[in-house]
Nanobody, 124 residues
Framework: QVQLAESGGGLVQAGGSLRLSCVAS????????MGWFRQAPGKDREFVAA????????EYGDSVKGRFTISRDNAKNAVYLQMNSLEPEDTAAYYC?????????????????WGQGTQVTVSS
């Protein structure tokens, strides 16, 4: 059973940066697409970013394009989300997910395993 563990969340001022990490255990994530989603209180889960198995293709949600960067290190079974120019609207719980195939997916239906989430809070 694959387990995903996110880390790196916290409290940051608007305009600041954070780097989220997600490490997979109990299996290898190297052959699968990976993604990041977020959910704010009272809102639906939102797609943030996705990356294919090799790291050669990425996709971003409109609200984070140009500010966030997804990357991966298959040797470490890890995926990262570098978040720059953070805004209060980015405040949410951020979830890492492992896809069901090698490609990238932009909807939650394309993912089989989910982490517990890490909280990101951006103050104004």
């Amino acid at each position: 059973q694959v387990q995903l563990a996110e880390s790196g969340g916290g409290l940051v001022q608007a305009g600041g940066s954070l780097r989220l990490s997600c490490v997979a255990s109990g299996g290898t994530s190297a052959r699968y697409g990976m993604g990041w989603f977020r959910q704010a209180p009272g809102k639906d889960r939102e797609f943030v970013a996705a990356i294919n198995w090799s790291g050669g293709s990425t996709e971003y949600g409109d609200s984070v394009k140009g500010r966030f960067t997804i990357s991966r290190d298959n040797a470490k079974n890890a995926v990262y989300l570098q978040m720059n120019s953070l805004e209060p609207e980015d405040t949410a719980a951020y979830y890492c997910a492992q896809g069901s195939s090698f490609g990238l997916r932009t909807t939650s239906m394309g993912y089989d395993y989910w982490g517990q989430g890490t909280q990101v809070t951006v103050s104004s």
